[in-house]
Structure formats: C-alpha cells, structure tokens
C-alpha cells in the first residue's frame, strides 16, 4: 500500500464537533469502525485513512450547519459521494467528518425545453439517465463507475463520450456550494453562456472538495440522438490503432465515442464479459446523429481504419449488441483485475496532445515489458487519454518498486509531451508530486486561492495541493 | 455619459513608473493626451477615464517587467488589447499604465495534427482565420468587432458560432499569465482534457485583467467543414421567430449559427449593407457538416420554420452570398447606429435560458415601445443571447434617464427568469451593481479571491468587483 502521510490531527476540535453532530444528527451521525473504513479510500493502494465520523445530511441547510461546526473548530469536512475515486479523494489524514451525500439524491428539476437540469449532488450518472430516458434526454458524462454527480464534478471526471460531449467542465451550468466558512453560494445562474464575473463554476469543479462542497448541480442535457450506431475494429498494432484514432480526430468525424483496447484487455473483457472479440489491439465506435448521418461517419471511419491496416469492421444499430459493448468496456476496470487474481490495480491516467498518441502508447508498453509487469491498456484515445492498469502483487516489495518507478516514469513523459499527469482521475493524495511537476509556478497560485476561502484547510486536507 | 467613479490615485507611485518605464521603454512609452485618451473607453456612452501612459511591450519578459515595477510602486496595470470592450474596460479611473499588447500579435505554432495553436495576446481573430485558412483550419469565436484574441478571453466573449462551439472558455487550451507579482506562469498544458488542480485557465477567462495578464494563448482550433450552407428566412413576429429557435435547439439541430434580426435590424442592414431583405423579423442561419448533412439541416430546419410561419427560406452554399449575409450581421452594431444619426448606442446584453427567449425578447420590444425609445435589436438566440441596442439622444435628459430605466429594468427581468446581465460583453464598468443582484454572496469570494492574488488592487481596478 501507499503510505500517505497522515496529517497532525485537531483531538480537541474532533471530539467537541463530534459531541455537537451526534446531539443534532443523532443515528445519522456514524462512527463504527467498519462504515468509517468504507468512507476511507478502499479502490487501490492507496492506504485507508478513515475519518473519525460520517455524518448523512439531507438538505443543504445541513450541510451548512456541519460545516459550520467544523469550521467552528477546525475540524477536517470530506465530501464523500460513492467513494469510487482512484486517487485517496476521501481519505482523511487529519481525520475529521466525513459527509455522506448519499441521502441528498433527488432529481430537483428537469427542463426538457432548455435541455437542462438541476440535480442534488448524491444523484448517480445511471440513476440521472434512466429518469430522462423517457424524456428523449441524456446526460454524456460516463466515468467507468456509477459515480455520483457530485463527486464526478469534484474530480472534473470525463469518460468514453468526452471526445464529442467534453467533461464535467463543459456540462456544468451552475453549482450550489457550501463554501468552507458554511455560506451557501450559487455560482452562476440557469443561462447557456455568461460573462457575469470570475467563473467559480469551474474553479470549483475539479478542486476535488478542497475549496468547498457541492449541495446542487445544474447539468446540461443532450437529446437522444436520432440514431446511434456502434462499431468495433481490430488492427495489428496498437500503434496501427492509434493512427487510425489520430486521423479519425483530424478528419473531423465527430465521433461520439472511440475506445482502445489493448490485446491482454481484449483477453479480459472476453473472460469477463463473455465476449469472442478477436485478440488483437481493438477499436471500439459509437456514432450519434440521423440515420443517414451515423451510415456516413461509420463509412469515412471505415475507409480511415482499413489505411491502417484494421480488420473485422463490424457496424451495429442494435441496441443490445450495442450495450453488452459497452458495458463490456465499463467493466474492464473489474475485468483488467481478473488477469492476475489477488494482485492490486495501479491506475494511470495520463493525456497527451493527439499527436504523440501513438509514440505515448507504445512507449509505455515497451516499458511496461521492460520491468517485467502485467499493465493492460485502455483508453479514452480520441481526447489522447489511456489509462495502463499496472497489477501487482503488493506482498512483492521488488514489484512495487517497480510500479513505482514506471507511474513517475509515464507521468513524466506525459509531461514532457505537454501532455498531463491526469485526464479526468484528478490528483488526489496520489498525484501531488506530479501536479507541481506539470504547472509548476501556477501552483502558488493555487495555494494562495485556497488559502483565501479557506484559511483553516478544513476542506479535505491533504488532497490537490 | 455614464459618470464612472473615479478611485483615488497614488501620485507618487505613478510619477516614479512613469520615470522607470519612460527610461526602459524610450518611445515605447506614450504619455500624448491623444494616445492616452485612445487607450481609454471610446465605444459607448461610459465616459472615458485616460490612463497616465501607454506603454507598449514586445514579449512576455517585458510585460513582467512593467509589471514588476507597477507592483513594486502599487500603480495600476491596464491590458489593452484592441479597445473594442463596451463596458468600459480599458477605462483607467485610478489613473496608470495601460498595456497595449498590440506588438505582441505573434503566432506562434500552429500544431495543425492535434487542432490547436498557441498566439500572443494581441493577434486578432481575422489575423488568426487568414493565417489558417490554407491549413483547413479555422477558429470559431467572432464576436461583432474583429477583437484580439486576449482580450477576447479576458472578457470570456462568444458570438455567432458560439451555440456549435461553445465560448471563449470552452475554446482555450491553456494560457500564460504574468500575475499581479509580476511573476509569468502557465495555467496547463496542451492536453485535450486534464482534471490537474485548480482550473486556473477558465478562472482568468473572463476575469477582464484583473487577476492577471494574457501574455499567451493556446486555442483549440475546427477543421473547415466539407460543407457550409446559409439560410434565412422571415418571421411574422419577432415571438414566431423566436419559437423557431427554441424549436431548433430542442430537436437537436447542431446549427453552427442562428441568428435573429428585429424589424429594425433587418432595415438597418439593407440601408448599411446594401441588401434587400424582406422588411421583417429576419433569422440568419449557418449549417457546417457533410455535403449531405448540411442538406439535411436546412431540411429540418426548414419545417420547423414552416410550422411557426417562416416564409421566403432561402438556403445557399455559394461562399460569396454567405459572406455578404454574415459581413451584414458583423457590421449591425454600426449599421444600427446609422438609423439615427448623432445618437450614441447603449447595448444590452441579457442571456436566458432558451425557454424564456421569447417572452424576453418581446417584453423588452414592449418595454422599449412604452418608454417611447429607438431599440433594434438582434440575437444569438440560439444561446437565449440577444442586444437591444438603445438609440439615445445624450443631451437629452429624459432619454438617457429613461435608457437607464430600461437597462435596469431588462438586467432585472433576464436575472428574474435564471438568466443573466451579460452573455458576452462582461461587467466592466457598466454592470457592477447587476453582479451584485445576479450572484449574490458568490461575489464574496470573488472579492476573496481578487485580494488574494492582486492584494494592492493593481489589476485593472474598479472593474467587476
């Protein structure tokens, strides 16, 4: 496991604000030893840090008032929406509360004419899209797990439609927050566009908790496309399959989904999934738009793919086939995990400008092969972002180094390509070191903005910065 | 003319920057009354604040400097990008340096594989598109006034594309800044997506130079489509015509433009532009997609407009009428000027949610009648944005009170239906009070934020906050 530093803990500040929340919360105040451990991390090897309560508050009024009393104190708040974070998000190295918002999980208004809705922020991306599903509506955003709305604006996460839809950043109107002091802030109205002042929209998505927690999200809304076709495409080389990605991109088809799969990904997915693809380096399609116009992207991809050497072209319109595809590719976080049974998954995420795809891609597999470890990819390749999931045995202390030695190793060729240490993961306690290598300079800035709205650091200590 | 408050301003600062930068900077530094007063607000009816100097910088290093010694002596910094800003933000009502970043208008890479560039701040969108033209790329932002692309980002603008492609924030990879210590950073890197730390990019876009200055931006860049089609068609009201819009929008129509034009607007064009527009309400429209896509674009579009008594659709391809049609729409603002000659222009610049457009607009066209003022109006409307461009008579009392009223009254009503004071054009000067009613209590931590990173109130002060 990573160790991550523990904090200098507040004993006196916890126990009063403990003391203040049991009398006002009562049973929605927890602290067993087993839910404080759930609230911790528990998705990779980050090590658990769990916090000293979780509190499950309903509305945003108490919200409010918890933080209120921690800042009261001076107690560490970590918002915690389904805890399926990669990067230690939810841990609590200071310890502190932990704020459940599990229970604030009402769709609040849809406005099916303004293609828009306002939602509370324990809302899960499955449970949005099947209450619009009837409405002819959906939202884009699909990070592989059933993550909530809140923390998926959290952590500025993205998925397999960002290529075509963009990420939370892009589809986020506006955001009710808790600032740090309990205020309760909108960021911005209902309007498609504003010029109206700095936009804290944005700052607050992505600040991962630190800078105050989301109470109401406004999200945009898609129509369902006319039609919807799904594709799947084998090539030699994953190079092959990355040139492919980069000519499709600069052609300007605008695909709504273009997923890698490396060959021991596609041996998973068939395993768990229950799938027969062929085991060779993998596109996977989609296409969104009228019925003529999902036949002409397919066909423009068709001809790009077979310049670069791709077989099997395969188009569908059924919906079914469609989704085993992709929940097939949902699940290769689960699959990828099956490979090597007992071994613990180390999560990439770096994204590189589209043009050193192809170069990012083999380059850290050769190294992967290098170092002797198991590290299948896939990746989100149309926005240039794939994640190589290392599997280690975390009893094997020369193949933790060697983990080790290949995460800075990526993250530092990523950056070296103006690319990132992190395209929609977000930074956590885990990628701290690599934030400072990528912006340097700007992260004074950063100190000194969180410094201002939140001058105690009770928001989620230890994470970002 | 709208008396902006002057600040009080530090004499012996500026004296002594005045000496540093005039030994620095020779002839580079511009202390005539003329040029002074060029540099301040000339667009609008809010009167014009000179700044003591204009100094004009060839790098970012210089740019640091000018800004090191401003800080070192607490004197004023003000970007000056092209002065084409309405709301008075180049105005100077402390007095100091303004920094025409006209010599910075450099671009600097064009990375035609991975749809990006990187330019100085002062290079125009016209001088962007020419110089991409032959590449097959273009740049989709115009705003009416061929702006510099910083100042363009400062103030968050948009324009006619925006409902296809989004915003100046959805359009900038990443910048560089020289922040208020005068020290240079850079906000990202060049990656598509990225979810590393604070988003300090879009914090700066439309931040209007008060946080920091623009000394270079990285853009995403859209590939030409294969096809570009024109439309327009006349409405029986300006509400039919808006319910076209709503109409479009909510059945998915990816229109790269639509645009209204009041019955005035469309009179104001045919005098300005030499056209024969059919004397009603009027909608521009632009489709950019396949050959086959575009048709069927103007098909859908077609209908719907039928449906809502769109009469004379006219739909072509030919580059040379497309261009005269949206030159005419580029030029209204001076085209409107001219149905009354001698007045001075007062341009609203509410956005609401789409469903509201239409009594918006036709609630303004009332308002505007009732006050027994001139007010032709145009719109993004597909974003729910559009001008009442007030005609006003400034040495007379009782218009200009009124034009006032109107403002006030319009601000309120967009802000009552989740809309906002401005789509596009900023604060500035002009909308302070109407940040206030929008946001609220978030203009706390605005003010918060200002503090922390400008403390002495350098930055293009009285502006926003």
């Known amino acids: 496991m990573v160790q991550a530093t523990a904090l200098p803990r507040n004993e006196v500040g916890i126990e009063t604000v403990l003391g203040i929340l049991k009398q006002r919360f009562g049973d929605r105040l927890q602290t067993g030893q087993s839910i404080r451990e759930q609230h911790g991390h528990t998705t990779t090897w980050i090590v658990n840090q769990s916090p000293d309560a979780v509190v499950f508050p309903e509305s945003t009024a108490e919200v409010s008032e918890i933080v209120k009393a921690c800042a009261a104190h001076k107690v560490p708040v970590i918002p915690f929406g389904t805890g399926t974070s990669l990067e230690g998000h939810v841990n609590a190295p200071a310890g502190g509360i932990s ?36 409405q002819g509506l959906f939202f884009p955003i699909d990070p ?56 804290l929209t944005r700052l607050m998505i992505g600040s991962e908790g630190t800078l105050g927690l989301i109470t109401e999200v406004t999200l945009k809304l898609q129509g369902i496309p006319e039609a919807i076709s799904s594709a799947r495409c ?60 999902v036949v002409e992207q397919a066909e423009t991809f068709g001809s790009i793919a077979e310049d670069f050497g791709g077989v099997d072209f395969e188009a569908t319109t059924s919906t079914e086939e469609r989704n085993k595809l992709w929940q097939a590719r949902h699940d290769m976080y689960w699959a990828s995990l099956q490979l090597r049974p007992g071994a613990s998954g180390i999560s990439t995420d770096v994204c590189v400008p589209i043009s050193r795809l192809a170069e990012c891609v083999t380059a850290a597999q050769d190294k992967v092969a290098e170092l002797g470890l198991m590290g299948p990819t896939v990746g989100h390749v149309g926005d240039g972002n794939f994640h190589t999931l290392l599997l280690i045995d975390m009893e094997n202390h020369d193949e933790k180094a060697k983990a080790d030695e290949f995460v800075g190793w990526l993250n530092d060729m990523a950056i070296s390509m103006d690319g990132t240490c992190t395209g929609e993961h977000g930074i956590g306690q885990g990628k701290r070191p690599y934030l400072i290598k990528e912006l340097g300079a700007a992260t004074t800035y950063m100190k000194a903005i969180k410094a201002a709205l939140d001058p105690d650091n009770i928001m989620n200590p230890g994470k970002i910065l």
């Open 234 to 293: 084998s090539f030699p080389t994953v190079d092959a399959a990355c040139r492919a990605v980069m000519m499709t991109i600069q052609f300007g088809i605008p695909v709504a989904r273009i997923e890698m799969l490396d060959v021991q990904s596609v041996q998973a997915a068939n395993a768990y999934s229950k799938l027969s693809l062929p085991e060779t380096p993998l596109l996977l399609l989609e296409f969104h738009g009228s019925e003529a116009g």
């Open 99 to 134: 704020v459940d918002l599990s229970q604030m999980n009402q769709i609040l208004t849809v406005n099916s004419e303004d293609l828009d809705c306002v939602i509370q922020p324990g809302v899960t991306r499955e449970q949005l899209n099947t209450h619009l599903r009837d």
């Open 144 to 199: 592989g797990a059933n993550a909530s709305l809140g923390g998926m604006a959290s952590t500025r996460a993205s998925g397999t439609n960002a290529v075509r839809y963009g990420t939370m950043k892009d589809n986020v109107l506006a955001l009710e927050v808790v600032m740090p002091d309990g205020e309760v802030i909108r960021t911005a109205q209902r309007a498609k566009k504003s010029s109206a002042g700095y936009d």
